[in-house]
């Protein structure tokens, strides 16, 4: 079998010599979620855009933390 998205992301930051710390869902706008995975490479942490659904498989497989922005969550429920 081949790879699925979130195993080829895996592999790719790992082969890089990368180091995947987290994701962010880091924004909602008209109704869709934006995310980002931060990956530690060379003692800095670089942000990629990802579909938030391939960054939470991703977090699940490589059992790193998944974060909220305080503002998504707050537009989510109604607390701004």
């Known amino acids: 079998p081949r790879p699925l998205t ?3 992301i895996a ?4 082969q890089l010599g990368g180091d995947l ?3 962010v869902i880091s ?3 008209d ?4 995310a980002k995975l931060r990956i530690r490479m060379n003692g800095e942490t670089i942000e990629v855009d990802s579909r ?7 977090a699940v ?3 790193v933390p998944i974060y909220v922005a305080e503002d998504v969550l707050g537009e989510v429920t109604g607390e701004q």
């Open 27 to 29: 924004d909602l706008r």
């Open 6 to 8: 979130h195993d080829l």
């Open 21 to 23: 710390q987290d994701i």
């Open 52 to 58: 938030p659904s391939d960054a939470i498989a991703l």
């Open 11 to 14: 592999n790719v930051i790992d």
């Open 61 to 63: 497989t490589a059992k």
């Open 31 to 34: 109704h869709t979620y934006f």
